[in-house]
Each structure stands twice: as structure tokens, then as C-alpha cells.
């Protein structure tokens, strides 16, 4: 009796067909993006060493960089680590509490800062405190 025959719909038959090509795919998009960030890197590098770098243009990379860094993610969790194949719910699953995990980050990281920004803007006012007059004594009352 084969596993085939008791219970068809827990057997596997590998499919092999085209698995090679997908992974080389892979590799050479990883290969191709890293080059691009690597080179990307490079020409931030080299605006920081002038005289006068252009912010605006370096944060414009910074941000590329970003993208491509994400997207190089989005494969390498896609492909090699199979979530790619897996039905939408588990997919969403774990993205939707990563993007929240993220943005909870980004949301404290942002707090934090405004919060270091009013205590250094108040830091060297001196505060505000009310002048009492010196209570009585029972010395000076029993006088």
C-alpha cells in the first residue's frame, strides 16, 4: 500500500521544472541592486567630501538607497524564505504587524525628538517660582 493511494492529498511531487532559473533570477536582481547601492553609497561619500554638498540631492539618494534596500527585502523573504507562495491572510499575518512595528518606531523616535527639542529650548530659562514670605517663627511669635 503507497502514501500515494492511502491519502492522495498529503503526498508531494516535487516540481524541479524552472526552480534553478527562478533561484539564478534571484541571485543576479540581489547582485544587480547591491552593485546600484554599493555605487550609490560611493557617489554619497564623495558629495560629503566637497566643499558644499548638495543636502537636498544626498538625501534624495539616502532615500534610493532606502527603497532599494526594501526592495532587496521584499525578495529575499519572498523567494528564499517562501512567503511569496503562501496564501494572502498569512502573508498579511506578519506584514501588517511589521508596518505597524515600524511605524510605532517611527512615531517614538519622532516624539522623543520633540520632546529633546522643548527640554534643551527650556533648559537654560530659569523657572518661574512664586516669592513666599518667610513664615513665622514660634521664636518670633512668643516674642
Not at 512567503?83 to 505597524?100: A, F, K, Q, S
Request: hydrophobic content about 50%; aromatic content about 12%; some cysteine.
Amino acid at each position: 500500500m503507497s502514501a500515494q493511494a492511502s491519502s492522495p492529498e498529503i503526498t508531494f511531487h516535487p516540481n524541479h521544472s524552472g526552480g534553478t532559473k527562478k533561484i539564478w533570477r534571484t541571485f543576479w536582481l540581489l547582485s544587480v541592486l547591491t552593485i546600484i547601492e554599493l555605487a550609490i553609497g560611493l557617489v554619497i561619500y564623495n558629495m560629503h567630501k566637497g566643499e558644499h554638498p548638495n543636502a537636498t540631492l544626498v538625501l534624495a539618494f539616502k532615500g534610493l538607497v532606502c527603497i532599494l534596500t526594501l526592495a532587496k527585502a521584499y525578495y529575499i523573504v519572498s523567494i528564499f524564505m517562501h512567503l511569496g507562495d503562501e496564501i494572502r491572510n498569512l502573508i498579511m499575518t506578519i506584514v501588517v504587524p511589521l508596518c505597524l512595528f515600524i511605524w510605532f518606531i517611527i512615531a517614538f523616535l519622532w516624539d522623543g525628538n520633540s520632546w529633546l527639542n522643548l527640554r534643551n529650548r527650556y533648559q537654560g530659562v530659569p523657572a518661574k517660582t512664586e516669592q513666599v514670605a518667610p513664615a513665622a517663627t514660634e521664636k518670633g511669635a512668643k516674642d
